[in-house]
């Protein structure tokens, strides 16, 4: 089982040398998501050697360009390519309305079918699941309605520890019960519990996006427990006026949204283009929060080793 993130852009609205605006590619578990689709991202995910038909699933947070102008390049490409499977895009209602008149006039007539699905920005809510993952998205606190996604592993079968079923006399019959956390009646008459023959259930991953928000405690508790959460920090703290006014955040006001959600590492990422280098970022985060990173293009995040 795979869980890994890879950041296709880091910066913010202006592209910069070493930085492209927002885009991500999740793959959970075999399962191929692209969060944001800033200009270029097609190209990034060249760059990074991503087969991006394999991707199902599209979720866009927010109609500022900067988190969605490449969408359109990227259906041309794959029309062109030959794409058959379906493709779905999450995002605001008003997305479909953009999207589509783009492709009309130029006369792209796509090869598969395009799906998009209206985010009600006011509250939690599951918008995609299937039998291995869930994701959630949630509002955030900018200038125009937004949404942060939370991408969630669901409960998992318990293995059978091998050990135990020579030990146990089990029968194949007997796994499905005992990986369900069933107890289960051996031949003999005597009742097997599920404790004693399955191995310690591994630990469900989560990856939470957060990308342009003014600090807001609600967005901590929507991500709470969170494995890995990607926050936005364009400004950093000596720029703390600017992020406010501006309805985004700085390192500081990323590292409380983390310790308040109590997630286990904090990747902050969306860097205005006056900051040159990471410095700055890195130096910050290294003293707000313990198990933090300042994201870069190109970086892949390994849930399974956080």
């Avoid at 902050?268 to 990471?278: D, E, L, M």
Wanted: glycine residues 6%; hydrophobic residues 40%.
């Amino acid at each position: 089982m795979n869980f890994s993130v890879t950041i296709l852009g880091s910066g913010a609205a202006l592209p910069a040398k070493n930085r492209m605006p927002s885009a991500q590619y999740i793959n959970c578990n075999n399962r191929h998501f692209l969060i944001d689709c800033a200009e270029g991202t097609q190209l990034q995910l060249r760059k990074y050697k991503i087969n991006f038909q394999k991707i199902s699933h599209i979720f866009i947070s927010h109609l500022h360009g900067d988190h969605y102008f490449g969408l359109v390049g990227l259906l041309s490409t794959m029309n062109l390519l030959g794409r058959e499977k379906e493709l779905t895009i999450y995002g605001p209602e008003e997305l479909e309305a953009l999207i589509n008149p783009m492709l009309n006039y130029g006369g792209s007539r796509l090869s598969f079918n395009l799906v998009f699905v209206a985010i009600n920005m006011k509250g939690k809510q599951t918008i995609y699941e299937d039998d291995v993952v869930e994701v959630f998205s949630f509002p955030l606190l900018h200038k125009i309605p937004t949404a942060g996604f939370l991408i969630q592993e669901k409960t998992k079968p318990l293995k059978i520890n091998p050990a135990m079923i020579e030990a146990f006399n089990l029968k194949i019959e007997h796994f499905k019960d005992l990986q369900k956390g069933k107890d289960v009646i051996l031949d003999s008459g005597e009742v097997c519990s599920f404790e004693k023959v399955t191995l310690k259930p591994t630990e469900l991953l989560s990856y939470a996006y957060c990308s342009d928000t003014k600090k807001s405690i609600k967005v901590a508790e929507a991500v709470s427990g969170a494995t890995v959460l990607y926050h936005e920090a364009t400004f950093v703290s000596k720029d703390q006026k600017r992020a406010t006014t501006t309805f985004h955040s700085s390192t500081k006001d990323a590292a409380e949204i983390g310790q308040k959600a109590k997630v286990k590492k904090l990747v902050v990422g969306h860097i205005s283009s006056r900051y040159k280098t990471n410095n700055q970022h890195q130096e910050e985060m290294a003293r707000f929060f313990t198990n933090s990173a300042v994201a870069e293009d190109g970086m892949c995040i390994d849930l399974t080793k956080v």
